[in-house]
């Protein structure tokens, strides 16, 4: 194995990962293709430059963001530094200065003495050393396409179209049953609806609001992934014979076949999160909640993940990565960001660190570490490698990600309780690795 680390990507993961592992002491050579090629989104040559929102999620105790922004404090992460001293008022969010934020990761990065950074495109892997591929959603089509020639076509490459995701916790089970269609094995949660709550179901359906995309994002529907709006524009029975059709379903309390039906399916091993099968959509969020709270079951549905529609590349992360962010096949070589199927500039940056830090392991001859299940980190690379390959969307930090707390406590209470065991456990972990461990 090579000395040398390549950090392949220059947005928040890269910055991160080449910074994280040259503080290992392990020289890095950071590739980013800007500004020698642009992409439709960015607009500047600056690393980590945020080309969406300008926040890092909701801050506190009780926030699951809040808790990665915690671990990554205490991780000594670059990004986060640039991000506190970039802060702007923005309630209980940790919002930047978009153009001081991306120029305090880029001060860092380029003042490091063991960082390289090499402005061209990467259209293949560097075929020695540790390689740290952070390309993000607008991967180069020279470097997807060799990614699939290399560890085959497993990647989810055109445009992302995801439903929402709910705690398990929050659906109300009185009115939902386990079942699957024709009597099969019972591994869908199923919310039946009578006809009058389906009327009242379309009717939020049909006054929602659609994301508007950015010009770069021309949406091109699938006919085997439609958004749940666009089915709804069809017509008023076109749900029924799609995503919404209740045959096979028979309701155990009434012996009965339901007008309409709502499926989801488990997303996690554990069952804590579940996924409405066929909603796929593209909503402003408010209006998602409304029309998922519609629906019989859910009307206190805590949504933690919301649907999405836009242009994405990333890998089916369950087929191809470790939870230490390797590739299965080819361990010298790990992803990171929202190419390994995370959503978010904290997540992105998260595993960016993680995989910088189990690059320098193995440019040193060690071995590649894993946060505790308990932190918020650990619990999303454990996502990234076991969630459901068939159906594998990206995934962005939330409670679902994690042990639920042992006792029955109000929810904020219970919220606070885990944020502490997660962010002790992170911290005792930061000690038994040697890694560098901020004052708490």
């Not at 801050?59 to 699951?64: F, H, M, P, Q, R």
């Amino acid at each position: 194995m090579g000395t040398r680390v390549h950090v392949i990507g220059g947005g928040l993961a890269g910055s991160e990962a080449a910074l994280a592992a040259a503080r290992e002491g392990v020289p890095v050579r950071l590739y980013e293709m800007r500004p020698a090629k642009t992409t439709p989104a960015h607009r500047t040559d600056k690393l980590a430059e945020l080309v969406c929102s300008t926040s890092l999620g909701a801050e506190g105790e009780t926030s699951a963001k809040g808790l990665l922004q915690a671990e990554m404090r205490a991780a000594n992460s670059a990004v986060m530094a640039a991000a506190d001293a970039a802060r702007v008022p923005a309630g209980g969010a940790l919002a930047v200065d978009r153009e001081e934020f991306a120029e305090g990761v880029t001060r860092a990065v380029l003042s490091h003495p063991l960082i390289e950074v090499v402005r061209e495109e990467v259209t293949a892997l560097p075929e020695e050393g540790p390689v740290v591929l952070a390309t993000g959603p607008l991967t180069s089509d020279a470097l997807a396409e060799h990614l699939k020639a290399r560890f085959g076509d497993h990647f989810l490459a055109f445009y992302d179209a995801a439903a929402p995701v709910v705690l398990f916790e929050s659906i109300d089970m009185e009115k939902c049953f386990f079942a699957g269609r024709y009597d099969q094995s019972p591994d869908y949660i199923n919310c039946p609806m009578t006809e009058e709550e389906y009327r009242r179901f379309y009717e939020v359906l049909t006054r929602a609001r659609r994301h508007t995309p950015h010009e770069w994002e021309k949406l091109e529907f699938f006919e085997g992934c439609i958004p749940i709006e666009e089915l709804g524009r069809r017509g008023y029975q076109t749900p029924l014979f799609g995503p919404m059709k209740p045959v096979g379903i028979f309701d155990p309390r009434t012996k009965e076949m339901p007008f309409a039906v709502v499926q989801l399916r488990r997303e996690d091993k554990a069952g804590r999160m579940w996924s409405l099968v066929g909603f796929q959509t593209g909503l402003k969020w408010g209006d998602q909640k409304e029309l998922v709270r519609s629906i019989p079951g859910l009307e206190h549905a805590e949504i933690v993940r919301y649907g999405v529609m836009h242009r994405n590349t990333y890998l089916n992360a369950p087929r191809l990565l470790a939870e230490t962010l390797q590739f299965k096949e080819e361990p010298r070589v790990l992803a990171a960001g929202v190419l390994a199927g995370v959503e978010g500039y904290l997540e992105s940056a998260a595993t960016g660190w993680l995989a910088g830090k189990n690059a320098a392991r193995l440019a040193q001859g060690g071995s590649p570490a894993v946060p505790p299940d308990v932190s918020m980190l650990g619990g999303l690379v454990r996502f990234l490698a076991g969630a459901n390959p068939e159906n594998f969307q990206p995934m962005n930090a939330n409670w679902g990600l994690v042990p639920a707390w042992p006792e029955r406590l109000p929810k904020k209470e219970r919220r606070r309780r885990m944020f502490a065991r997660g962010l002790s456990a992170f911290r005792d972990w930061l000690r038994r690795e040697g890694f560098a461990l901020t004052a708490a």
